[in-house]
């Protein structure tokens, strides 16, 4: 049953690895050839040209032998595949060798090509290490922001500066970008925080403007210039030096100010913040703001130069310059959405603005910012008479508890987004302090409608539900920011998460937990009632608010310290194991009826709460959905733990829907393995708890499905299941790479299958081979999403690809659908011949993605599977092989797809 082991390949890497763990700092910098003689010349001179170190070449080039020997053939070149060699090297042992622009222009590639190229050397689980990936995200992610923020500022500056002669409006352009990147680089230690380097660009155009000259301004902006500004002088600086009570004001032009904001979709008053408490600060430490004259590039350009290579990242310059190696995909003008106008041709069809990253945060912001109550920063006047009406009244606990948060939140995010941001992160509490005083009032109202009561002191007098609701208010306003998304897939520091670097800037979730010391099993309960209580979160929102409850339920609430095993082990010494959640309640539908006070007022201790049989409706009262339960003999059963129920239910229909996408992929032809690998999931997540700490609920999941199918005689290999996996939603290689095998040690999955999973549970799952195997667990049902969008686009009933939508130009995408405006003119008759080709087509496009014809030869080997290592026999099989050709060039975006589909599906089965 295990798979056999090879070490060939394993003791390679782990000798490339302990070059990493202790490099020698006193060797000298510059390459000796002498010493590699016995590497190809091209490539030692490859190393030479970017000063690597001698132990940095020969890492590099054992790295790639261990790449050559896995490929059947060199898709790509040498010299780029030693480009990528050399970046991992230097990354991983955390030498300062090269920029990536440096190595980019060495093999002739550009960002996105050379990211490509070394993830696709990611065939063995040991060649790209978590700490490479992570820097690849990082890298990535900033390069996304950049672009974006060029291409913004390239837009702007042909609305500011009149095209002149001589070329002084694109020497002035060129200084502006320069300092711009200084600014972003000195202010900001997160630096692909979108919305924050925008508002900094925003004040650095603002800078520009206003000292140069008069001619080169366009006439909006010539006449936006403030009458009474003038230039700062070096008296006033030194009279304004010596008032000690007060430091000075930044010289910032509020009316020109306001002009660029208006005409950029931003918050004017945001960006003067930003100015005060940053961008002066950045001028005053270049000694800028002392002089009157415009910035002399020369000078702009050294001091960036020194930043940039400290960075090793790319050259931000080079996007002013169209370099090769920087640029992006162009994209069409054409490309611009068209929506259809009543009464016109189609030829006058109404051009819709490309959503940019920039405007879609502007919109998002600006949205969040309209939705939020009138009261300003203190409870409104309907939200102080709940807490009146609480035999203790909350309101001094809840503003204290305010003001301590508020401190602390400031300062860490001042800490992980740059120094000069606590006011940044100040204003960003403010907002999410408003939010949760507006879902806290609705959420009130809805239970006093439900309950018919007024008094709900228990509930608002709990500091963990003011703590949940708060960092969900907060976490919602970091995500509409851009400050908090999923790309590390909750592996971060903020949540403590082994493996991670503890000097990394991430403010993504879970980070909020951390800074507010708050349980993520807490912060579960309130999300649902969240969502509910405010109709105007946007799709994306919600959606981010869904995946944070999933990460809590797949892996963050299963970390050595969470109070869901208290609860588990309460449930256990209580007697009711059982009520966690039985499998003969999987067929029935999931009731979304659940409210915050059921959840936070349950569970208590076992015996410290037994409601009476005739008991009135009290906010602690069980929902429908969870009837009282009966006496069984002499004995009382406890009453149910309503959050530790909720939260079982969710996790088996959630860890379902995954294995049942996995075996879509994989085990297609062996429908009959589903329901098998199912029960033996689902015992384990009942029964065998202890296998979830400090792991992920997909590691289970991947190791049951190889059980069930070697025990089953069915060839599928430990590499065709991550092959696969990799193409699912919402995933990350930290989960089959790093697996906890014992207390602060770490390996592969298929360690984790072979030394803790399989002697774990081997008895169990050597009974699905015998005659009598276990009975099967009910098939949960997969329940539609509880959170309902109007204004969503709706599937047409009998189709898979037709949708109907409400109009809405102004948030629509250049990627969006094609617009059909039902009962208004729609133009030439040949439209509606496209839509009827893209319907019938999508089916077959998706087909010909999984045609092994039409798909490049995917490179082998996994650290794990090599030469027969993961299967018993030592065979090896074609099917394997093609299959994991079909699942390489599965993107994540067609498993987004598919996984909706199965969504409706069941929805249809349902209606």
């Known amino acids: 049953m ?4 090879r070490n060939s390949v394993t003791t390679q890497n782990k000798e490339l690895k302990s070059g990493a763990e202790s490099p020698d700092k006193k060797e000298s910098p510059e390459l000796s050839v002498k010493k590699h ?95 490479v990936n992570s820097a690849l995200m990082r890298l990535e992610k900033k390069y996304d922001v950049t672009l974006a923020l060029y291409q913004r500022f390239e837009k702007t500056c042909k609305k500011i500066f009149a095209l002149v002669s001589d070329g002084k409006d694109r020497e002035t352009m060129r200084s502006c970008w320069t300092m711009f990147l200084l600014a972003k680089g000195r202010v900001l230690q997160m630096e692909d925080d979108l919305v924050i380097s925008f508002q900094l660009l925003l004040c650095t155009l603002e800078l520009c403007i206003k000292r140069c000259p008069p001619d080169l301004l366009q006439p909006l902006y010539k006449s936006a210039i403030s009458k009474v500004q003038s230039p700062p002088t070096r008296t006033s600086r030194r009279n304004q030096s010596k008032a000690k009570s007060r430091p000075p004001e930044p010289e910032v032009d509020l009316q020109l100010l306001k002009t660029l904001c208006n005409e950029n979709e931003c ?40 930043f940039y290579l400290k960075s090793r990242d790319f050259d931000g310059r080079l996007f002013f310059d169209g370099d090769e190696t920087i640029l992006a995909p162009k994209v069409e003008i054409s490309q611009v959405e068209r929506t259809p106008k009543k009464n016109m041709p189609d030829e006058d069809a109404v051009l819709i603005p490309p959503q940019t990253p920039i ?43 305010l003001e301590t948060l508020g401190q602390v939140f400031s300062q860490r995010f001042g800490q992980a987004v740059g ?12 907002l999410g302090v408003r939010l949760y005083y507006k879902v806290m009032e609705a959420m009130l109202k809805s239970e006093e409608k439900r309950l018919s009561v007024q008094n709900f002191s228990k509930l608002l007098n709990d500091s963990t539900f003011h703590t949940s609701l708060l960092a969900c208010a907060l976490e919602v306003v970091m995500a509409t920011y851009g400050e908090s998304s999923f790309k590390t897939g909750g592996y971060n520091c903020g949540g403590g998460s082994s493996g991670c670097d503890p000097a990394e800037t991430n403010v993504c979730f879970p980070w909020i937990l951390d800074v507010v010391n708050l349980a993520a099993f807490d912060f579960y309960k309130v999300i649902e009632s969240f969502i509910k209580a405010d109709p105007t979160l946007s799709k994306d929102i919600v959606k981010h608010l869904e995946t944070c409850e999933n990460l809590i339920m797949e892996r963050i609430a299963w970390r050595t310290g969470s109070v869901l095993f208290e609860l588990l082990k309460q449930e256990h010494e209580g007697g009711a194991a059982e009520q966690i959640e039985t499998p003969a309640s999987f067929s029935q539908p999931l009731q979304h009826n659940h409210t915050a006070a059921d959840l936070y007022l349950s569970p208590v201790r076992p015996g410290h709460r037994v409601l009476p049989p005739e008991s009135p409706a009290t906010p602690t009262s069980q929902t429908s959905s969870q009837p009282p339960t009966q006496p069984a003999g002499p004995t009382p059963r406890l009453p149910k733990s309503n959050s530790l129920s909720l939260f079982y239910k969710k996790l088996y229909r959630l860890a379902y829907t995954r294995l049942k996408m996995l075996c879509s992929y994989l085990l297609s032809s062996h429908p009959e393995l589903e329901p098998i690998i199912w029960t033996l999931f689902q015992h384990t997540l009942q029964h065998e708890q202890e296998l979830m700490r400090d792991r992920h609920l997909d590691q289970l999941m991947m190791s049951a499905m190889y059980a069930i199918c070697k025990v089953k005689s069915v060839d599928l290999r430990f590499k065709t299941i991550v092959t696969a996996y990799k193409n699912m939603p919402n995933t990350n290689q930290e989960t089959f790479k790093h697996v906890l095998i014992t207390e602060g040690h770490y390996d592969s999955i298929i360690i984790f299958y072979n030394q803790v999973f399989m002697q774990k549970l081997k008895t169990n799952i050597l009974q699905y081979a015998s005659t009598r195997p276990p009975t099967l667990s009910p098939i949960p049902q997969i329940p539609c999403s509880p959170y309902k969008f109007p204004n969503s ?44 080709q893209m319907v019938n087509s999508s089916d077959r496009s998706f087909k010909r ?26 065979s090896k099989s074609e099917r394997d092989s093609t299959l994991i050709q079909k699942l390489t060039d599965l993107s994540s975006t067609r498993s987004r797809m598919h996984e909706q589909k199965m969504k409706e599906d069941a929805e249809s089965r349902k209606e």
């Open 2 to 5: 295990p798979p056999k082991k």
């Open 37 to 131: 003689r016995d590497k190809d010349a091209g490539f030692v001179t490859l190393c030479k040209s970017l000063h690597v170190t001698d132990l940095v070449c020969d890492r590099a080039w054992t790295l790639w032998k261990t790449v050559q020997e896995s490929m059947d053939e060199v898709t790509d070149t040498q010299k780029r595949l030693w480009g990528a060699c050399l970046f991992v090297s230097a990354t991983d042992m955390d030498v300062t060798c090269f920029t990536l622009t440096q190595v980019l222009k060495a093999v002739n590639l550009n960002v996105k090509q050379f990211l490509a190229l070394v993830r696709k050397l990611d065939v063995n689980l040991d060649t790209i290490s978590t700490k």
């Open 267 to 306: 918050n004017a008053e945001e960006v003067k913040n930003v100015y005060q408490t940053s961008f002066s600060a950045f001028l005053d430490s270049l000694d800028l703001s002392r002089s009157p004259d415009f910035p002399q590039v020369n000078d702009l350009n050294q001091q960036y130069e020194d």
């Open 359 to 401: 405007r879609a945060a502007m919109n998002s912001i600006q949205q969040l910012r309209g939705d939020l109550p009138s009261s300003g920063d203190q409870p409104s006047t309907n939200l102080a008479t709940y807490f009146k009406n609480c035999t203790v009244d909350p309101t001094q606990d809840m503003l204290k508890r």
């Open 419 to 430: 120094p000069r941001c606590v006011v940044l992160g100040r204003q960003r509490f403010t």
């Open 793 to 836: 686009p709706l599937r047409v009933p009998g189709s898979n690809n037709v949708y109907i939508s409400p109009m809405n130009p102004g948030m629509m995408t250049p990627r969006s659908r094609m617009l059909v405006s039902i009962g208004e003119s729609f133009g030439l008759s040949n439209r509606f011949q496209r839509i009827n």
């Open 849 to 874: 993605t999984l045609d092994p014809g039409s798909t490049p030869k995917p490179l082998k080997r996994l650290r794990f599977d090599v030469d027969g290592q993961d299967e018993a026999d030592g």
